[in-house]
């Protein structure tokens, strides 16, 4: 068994812009792998498939981060910081069992496949009105015009949220979104998050007091109910479902539609030939995937990943995108292939917390691809690749802009 490493400086800006460069060479030489955080913390990676896999399955690795927390980070920090910190840690994917499988069972028969098949039709429109309003000028950006407001107007149309908000909504979720798992990355964004749970207790005032159909309106309900639901943990459950039902499935239309515009051969096949689409979303999901690294989990005990040993308390990555690219489980990985067979990506994770909006993305992402390629047939990049940018996050591959022309 491995005892201590150095630490690698792994959040660099070549690896925000290419982070395969850097995979590639971990999983021949460090597949676990001790990293330094942004905020000066250290942590582990772990690289490759079979590692990651055991690891989103293995009940030492918690999820809840204040089960861990050591009383030390706690000193100087204001009361009402840490009750901030409580009110937006209190959800499913900082959960564990049997706190988890409450949480998750409120809300998951709002997103199984059949429920989410309802909202087709109303996806499609919305589809469709996004890129009727672009369509005479015969550019967009991607990002801005299409992909961050196709699924910001779904997740709100299905939790109750007036559409006027949503560009606030952006602005919060990309400052919050990976920053809220340790008091310690909250610090600097505590104003935005003060201000966005202000909104939210102030949207579930008024569900209480006029109740609607639709998912805050029956949370509401089942807080009042008494048992199942605390107030504390309604909040934190609307917080979670905004950020992750959004932030991601933006980045991933964003990159899927990057991805077809450097392989014209394969654009052209699935334009020819939408059957493909079901498998062309797994193939564009796993190529580059938008969630490149897991949420948080710390060991519960010392423990081996890999032939490394972890200590109790350490904090352990587990990167997506770097199994999705894994030689030993996928041939010619670096290649995007529409017909690959038997892809057993891990781009929503896996075992308890696999990504309760999986139905949901995979639907918007088949209109929004498909209703795209057979509307503009002629798209194209609108800019030189080279000049294309990342932004500096550091759980989501997300391109700042995608300018294109058809
Ligand atoms: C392509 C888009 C998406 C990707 C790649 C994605 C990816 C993921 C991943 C990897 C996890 C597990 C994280 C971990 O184990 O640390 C997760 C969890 C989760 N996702 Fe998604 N997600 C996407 C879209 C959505 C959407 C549209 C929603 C809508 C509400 C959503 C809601 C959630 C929730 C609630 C969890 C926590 C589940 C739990 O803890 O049991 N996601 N997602």
Known sequence: M???????????????????TLYVQLRASRPVCRVRLLNGTEGWWITHYEDVKAALKDSRLTKNPHSVLPASELEGIDADV???????????????????????????KAFTPALIEQWHDRIQSITDALLDAVQ?????????DFAFPLPITVISEMLGVVQEDREQFKAWSQVLVGNTSTLHALLPVISEAKAFLNYLFALIEQKRESPADDLISRLVQAEEAGDQLSADELVSMIFLLIIAGHETTTNFIGNAVLALLQHP?????LQEDPTLLQG????????DTPVFST???????????????????????????STNHDEQIFQDADTLDLRRQANQHLSFGKGIHYCLGAPLARLEGQIAISTLLRRMPNLRLAVDPHTLTRRPAILIHALEKLPVAF
Do not use: C
Not at 97 to 108: K, M, Y
Not at 136 to 144: A, D, F, K, L, Q
Not at 301 to 308: A, R
């Open 2 to 20: 491995q005892g201590k490493q150095d630490t690698l400086e792994v959040y660099t800006p070549e690896f925000f812009l290419n982070p395969e």
């Open 82 to 108: 840490r009750h901030l910190y409580s009110l937006i840690t209190s959800h499913m994917l900082f959960s564990d069992p049997p706190n988890h499988t409450r949480l998750r069972s409120l809300v998951s």
């Open 136 to 144: 005479p000028r015969g550019t967009m950006e991607v990002i801005h």
């Open 265 to 269: 051969d394969q654009m052209r096949a």
């Open 280 to 287: 062309a979303i797994e193939e564009l999901l796993r190529y």
């Open 295 to 321: 949420t948080n989990r710390w060991a519960r005990e010392d423990l081996e990943i890999g032939g490394q040993q972890i200590r109790r308390g350490e904090l352990v990555l587990l990167q997506l995108a």
